[in-house]
């Protein structure tokens, strides 16, 4: 299974917006509904931040939000703040065998 | 409070073993199924293996080619790694993660750091 193609890098200043895409095949991202994010600081355990394409857990700012078109996950954040500066991966269910597949991960930068 | 704590990283040489261990709490371990996740350095996540609430399915990565086995002990609220044949582009932070209702992962621990070089 071949992990699911992020961007390296997207960048905005506080108070902007920015948009991480997620992209794989009908195998999995297209294919599913179970597309979840997760927010990385380097040396923390991974935060989970959505989950079934939109949902957010409890506690997650409303600032995060999911969405998918077609084979492309994406993930939104508005109202950038500095404590936002992270990596993100998204992950694709991928069938009972492999059920789970990461994205390649963004690096989230506020300028 | 969901806490999950990894242990057992530490150096190996090539073709050596390596057992990692999960301790979890605050929370009903036996109904959850749980996950390994490596981070291989400046790399991304990958998923490594998956085994649920009641040892009935296991799951492993390809790339792992029969060499990881992964269990779990109930009784004491554990979940392991076995890793043999290691090499180094097994060299990675390894992460336990339960897995929720809906194919995601809700809780991670901090990590544990498996290195190996001769």
């Known amino acids: 299974q071949s992990a699911l193609t992020q961007p390296r890098s997207v960048s905005g200043s506080p108070g902007q917006s920015v948009t991480i895409s997620c992209t794989g095949t009908s195998s999995d991202v297209g294919g599913s509904n179970y597309v979840s994010w997760y927010q990385h600081h380097p040396g923390k355990a991974p935060k989970f931040m959505i989950y079934d394409v939109t949902k957010r857990p409890s506690g997650v700012p409303d600032r995060f939000s999911g969405s998918k078109s077609g084979n492309t996950a994406s993930l939104t954040i508005s109202g950038l703040q500095a404590e936002d500066e992270a990596d993100y991966y998204c992950?694709?269910?991928?069938?009972?065998?492999?059920?789970?597949?990461f994205g390649t991960g963004t690096k989230v930068t506020v300028l | 409070e969901v806490q999950l704590v990894e242990s057992g990283g530490g150096l190996v040489k090539p073709g050596g073993s390596l057992r990692l261990s999960c301790a979890a709490s605050?929370?009903?371990?036996?109904?959850?199924?749980m996950n390994w996740v490596r981070q291989a350095p400046g790399k991304g996540l990958q998923w490594v293996s998956f085994i649920s609430n009641t040892n009935s399915y296991i799951y492993y990565a390809d790339s792992l080619q029969g060499r990881f086995s992964i269990s779990r002990d109930n009784a004491k609220n554990t979940l392991y790694l076995q890793m043999n044949s290691l090499s180094a582009e097994d060299t990675a932070v390894y992460y336990c993660?339960?897995?929720?209702?809906?194919?995601?992962?809700?809780?991670w621990g901090q990590g544990t750091l498996v290195t190996v070089s001769s």
């Open positions: 605050g929370f009903t371990f036996s109904g959850y199924n």
């Open positions: 993660a339960r897995s929720a209702g809906s194919y995601s992962l809700d809780h």
């Open positions: 992950c694709s269910y991928a069938g009972s065998y492999s059920p789970y597949v």
